[in-house]
């Protein structure tokens, strides 16, 4: 028998690590040929940029890169100058070498941008801040180099991000633009116009106070056609008075079968309300045929108790509340807002109620506080 046909268990394992080590040798080979291309770029018509393959692979391979529009090169970074909308789109490159080949795509897309108002809604309120940023999230290498805000009232930033207090004068209405410039030379612009409301809104009812306990109870009816007045309250060392501040900003009457009134386009600030008593009327008292109680002269008008009296005899023609301050998103909600169930306002105070007393003997002391007052 000739020895070396002969089954040798040395010989045998000896060749199965040969073939395993050059599978693995081979598939080694195989593996190492890589390329990658960054999966998006954001850029924009007009723009001059290149596209950087990333290859482990040594002298002698050869790219090749196809795109849209007939785009094809065969250096390992591809350069593309004056970017037409027609050249948006998927670019691929391959690499070969050594029989082996390796591709990557990327998607070359116009760069998107995109500004918001920050943590609100288009609709502000006098005395919110306006807040704009782009809200397109990019990469951090893919941020812009510079921003420039332009707006109303000769407005400009450089910010990223913008924020402006709004004001009654509503100087800040109007259409804001930010430009983004980028490091491959795009600029890109957008606009957006944010509404600024005055939201805020005061009322709401003058009543016959019947039984004169300051309170209006079932059965009592409104007053219409009185005429109501809607001041500023003045301002004394930073503080707001109970005196009108100049003339009446607003003036309106009561609904003449209700008794309602409603003053609306109010900003936040401090205000007094006013009416003109009619004939045969005085504010209400709070217990019938007494000249001071609870409700003569009236307690704080801004407490939020609906359906009180907050008039105060001030003139025989004149009823007048204390200062009210109005605060945006800081109003009842239970003040009889008109809500569709659940949606109550919180930028109305309707709990500016007024309850008058047609006086029997309005011209005798025991029945007027005016003339009480007069008389100490
Ligand atoms: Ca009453
Ligand atoms: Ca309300
Ligand atoms: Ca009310
Ligand atoms: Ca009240």
Not at 125 to 140: A, H, K, S
Not at 240 to 260: E, L, M, S, V
Not at 280 to 301: K, Q, R, V
Not at 354 to 367: A, D, I, N, Q, T
Request: hydrophobic share 35%; glycine share 8%; aromatic share 8%.
């Amino acid at each position: 028998m000739n020895n070396n046909l002969r089954f040798h268990p040395s010989k045998a394992i000896y060749a199965c690590f040969l073939i395993i080590f050059s599978l693995l040798f081979s598939f080694k080979i195989k593996a190492q040929i890589t390329v990658s291309v960054k999966d998006t770029i954001p850029t924009c018509v007009g723009a001059n940029f290149k596209i950087t393959a990333t290859t482990n692979a040594t002298s002698g391979a050869v790219f090749s890169w196809k795109g849209p529009n007939g785009f094809t090169s065969n250096v390992q970074n591809a350069s593309i100058s004056n970017l037409q909308k027609s050249g948006l789109g998927v670019y691929t490159v391959t690499i070969t070498q050594g029989g082996q080949s390796a591709s990557a795509t990327t998607l070359v897309k116009e760069n998107a941008i995109e500004v918001a108002v920050i943590g609100g809604y288009l609709n502000l309120c006098v005395g919110e801040n306006l807040r704009l940023r782009d809200i397109v999230f990019r990469e951090p290498n893919e941020q812009p180099l510079a921003y420039f805000w332009t707006g109303p009232d000769n407005f400009t930033s450089t910010s990223a991000r913008i924020e402006i207090p709004t004001t009654e004068d509503l100087r800040q209405l109007g259409e804001y633009s930010l430009a983004e410039t980028y490091e491959n030379g795009c600029v890109v612009t957008v606009s957006l116009t944010p509404t600024i409301n005055k939201c805020q809104s005061i009322g709401n009812l003058v009543w016959n106070d019947t039984n004169n306990d300051g309170l209006n109870n079932n059965g009592e009816l409104g007053v219409g056609n009185v005429t109501v007045r809607l001041f500023k309250a003045k301002i004394e060392g930073g503080s707001p008075t109970d005196n009108p501040d100049g003339i009446a900003i607003q003036t309106t009457t009561t609904n003449a079968t209700t008794g309602k009134y409603l003053f609306t386009d109010l900003v936040p600030g401090a205000y007094i309300v006013e009416l003109e008593a009619p004939t045969g009327y005085i504010s209400s008292i709070g217990i019938n045929g007494s000249t001071t109680n609870i409700y003569e002269p009236a307690g704080d008008a801004n407490d939020d108790i609906n359906n009180d009296d907050n008039g105060t005899q001030i003139t025989p023609q004149k009823i007048r509340t204390t200062y009210i301050l109005l605060a945006n998103y800081t109003e009842p909600q239970n003040d009889g807002d008109v809500t569709n169930g659940t949606n109550a306002d919180k930028n109305s105070n309707l709990t500016i109620d007024f309850g008058l007393y047609k006086s029997e003997c309005p011209s005798e002391p025991k029945c007027n506080p005016m003339m009480v007052k007069k008389g100490n």
